[in-house]
């Protein structure tokens, strides 16, 4: 057995969620091939040499896998699977698009967002947005597997020296062509790595409302998320959404303000360690799950929470 | 321009399931079900090109049990032109739905297929993806908005650090996010007149695919419950318990 695994960058950093899935590789087999295709990416490739779990480092540099368009990616992903016995990637907007190609390819059947590696072929999945766990056995000979990043805790990134070996990069088909990508900007924390999120629903009643949130964010070095409520009402982007159809957050603290608990929201935000819910409904489903639980008009409970946080002399960063 | 739908029925997104206790699936019976959320996107954003007159037909395919054949009968009162219906009991994989599919799409020769970006149910997040590399054709995911242009289409993907633009060949596959479009209603007229358009029923079997499942479901079971916690009475009781008690700030 050997793993192939995929690691996301940006041709100049590895990002933070091709740890979690190392980690849950290394629940499989110890010999974990990283492949680091991009364009000019050497860096990285000496990024990932250094994490001890890794033994060798595939490295593929071209033009054509600059921006990761999955018609490319494919194709080396699938050469390179020969020798290997698992193939995984993180089950993040990365992962989840080029490897379901990858499994058609090789005609597998692919396991989607591990969150508990049991075996070399049987995992636990969330299905129903996590309302239920399913365990699956892989009777595929090859497996393609995407894993939860939040349900692993990331690789530790020193220490190692894996032998990083050049991989010709395989021909691409021209049906694709990348334009642009607009990042969204900010100050804060990533939502998806945040130690503390605090979110607003539908109560915050409109965008400008939501600098309420945003002064305690600051204060909290917290990431800003919000319920689907209040981003199809248009009070905040659609990057800030927690919940099913949104981001899968799992925090120290998760601050939901406004925010009844709809199960689509929930799936997003239930595996945070401390919850808490600021809500003037005292029936809102959010209560059931939050560890604090603060019946209280959001509009007066806001304010004073920041001074109560103003008056602390030392708060955790 | 003839686009392919593909839609899917699922267990309504507002019911609250249940594990049967066995612990072998989820309880369907008498469960209300409904076309899967982001499907009735791709229906939506399908008929939108029809109306702008860059497309001229629209078919929605299903594959499951008799039933499935209402979310086909909801695609035409919206607007799709002929439904096909794949008639199977039993449950596909992502993997054999995408073969499926391929054969359908060898037959309409479509330009375009809309498929929702996931099922509600299983969560797979795979099958158009997974059309796409048997077909060889390229794939615009997650897509929240698309511009038709001749032969590309241009396609805004929503992916974790913000948005993506990508243009790709047609024929393409467009996998659709909820935020592509406001699916509408169905009016009552056109209720009334979708009863009236075909839809072909094939067999799963007549379709010679290998459908076989390579996933074995082991158990399903509930996920572990979170302890109810407890209400405080001010914030400040609140601020003391997050510093002093759970030691989170």
Redesign the interface.
């Known amino acids: 057995m050997s793993i192939l695994l995929i690691a996301e960058h940006n041709n100049l950093n590895l990002k933070v969620f091709t740890l979690n899935a190392i980690t849950a590789a290394s629940k499989i087999d110890n010999e974990i091939h990283v492949l680091v295709a991009g364009n000019k990416c050497e860096n990285v490739a000496k990024e990932v040499s250094a994490i001890p779990l890794v033994k060798k480092v595939l490295y593929s540099d071209s033009e054509n896998y600059e921006n990761f368009l999955p018609e490319n990616l494919t194709p080396l992903i699938v050469k390179l699977s020969e020798s290997h016995s698992h193939i995984i990637a993180a089950a993040n907007t990365f992962g989840k698009n080029f490897m379901p190609r990858v499994a058609a390819l090789l005609d597998v059947s692919q396991i989607s967002d591990v969150i508990k590696i049991n075996s070399s072929d049987e995992f636990l999945r969330p299905i129903y947005a996590g309302n239920a766990f399913a365990s699956v056995k892989s009777n595929d000979k090859k497996k393609c597997i995407t894993i939860r990043p939040t349900s692993f805790e990331p690789a530790s990134t020193s220490g190692g020296s894996a032998q990083i070996e050049k991989i010709e990069a395989v021909e691409a088909p021209t049906i694709s062509k990348f334009i642009k990508r607009e990042e969204t900007k900010s100050e804060r924390p990533e939502l998806g790595t945040a130690r503390i999120v605090i979110s607003g629903g539908r109560g915050m009643q409109s965008g400008d409302n939501f600098k309420l949130i945003n002064s305690i964010a600051d204060k909290l070095n917290a990431a800003v998320g919000a319920s689907r409520a209040a981003v199809d009402a248009g009070y905040i982007g659609n990057d800030h959404q927690v919940g099913q159809t949104g981001k899968v957050v799992v925090p120290d603290l998760y601050i939901a303000v406004g925010i009844s608990g709809a199960i689509q929201h929930l799936a997003g935000m239930k595996e945070s360690k401390v919850i808490v819910a600021i809500n003037k409904d005292g029936e809102a489903p959010i209560f059931s799950i939050a560890d604090y639980g603060l019946e209280a008009d959001l509009f007066e409970a806001l304010p004073q929470f920041l001074d109560e946080l103003n008056k602390l002399n030392t708060i955790q960063k | 321009m003839k686009i392919l739908v593909a839609v899917k029925r699922v ?1 309504d ?1 507002n019911v ?2 249940r ?1 049967k206790e066995d612990g072998s699936g ?1 309880n369907t019976d008498n469960v209300k079900m409904s076309t899967n959320p982001p499907d009735d996107n791709a229906i939506e954003e399908a008929v939108k090109l029809k109306e702008s007159g860059k497309a001229k037909e629209i078919v929605a395919v299903t594959i499951g049990e008799e039933k499935a054949q209402e979310t086909v009968r909801k695609a035409l009162a919206v607007g799709a032109d002929r439904g096909i219906h794949i008639k199977s009991e039993n449950y596909i ?3 054999g739905i ?1 073969k499926i599919l391929k054969k359908i799409v060898e037959k309409e020769k479509p330009d375009l297929v809309f498929l929702g970006k996931q099922a ?15 077909l ?4 615009g ?2 897509a ?1 908005k698309i511009e038709h242009k001749n032969k590309v289409i ?1 396609v805004t ?13 047609l024929p393409a596959i467009i996998t659709c ?3 592509l479009n406001e699916p509408r209603f169905a009016s009552l007229p056109n209720i009334m007149k979708a009863k009236k358009k075909p839809i072909e029923q094939l067999n799963v079997k007549d379709l010679s695919v290998d459908i076989s ?11 572990p419950k ?1 302890k ?5 009475a ?3 009781e ?2 003391s ?3 002093n008690e ?1 030691k ?2």
């Open positions: 267990i997104y609250q399931i594990i989820i994989e992502p993997l995408a509600i149910d299983d969560d797979c997040n795979q099958t158009g993806q997974m059309l796409a590399a048997l060889g054709w390229p794939q995911t997650f929240s241009e993907r929503e992916v974790d650090e913000g948005l993506e633009t990508i243009e790709i060949n996010d909820l935020r499942n390579r996933i074995q479901q082991i158990k399903v079971e509930e996920p979170r109810a916690g407890i209400k405080v001010s914030v400040s609140l601020v318990k997050l510093k759970a989170v700030i």
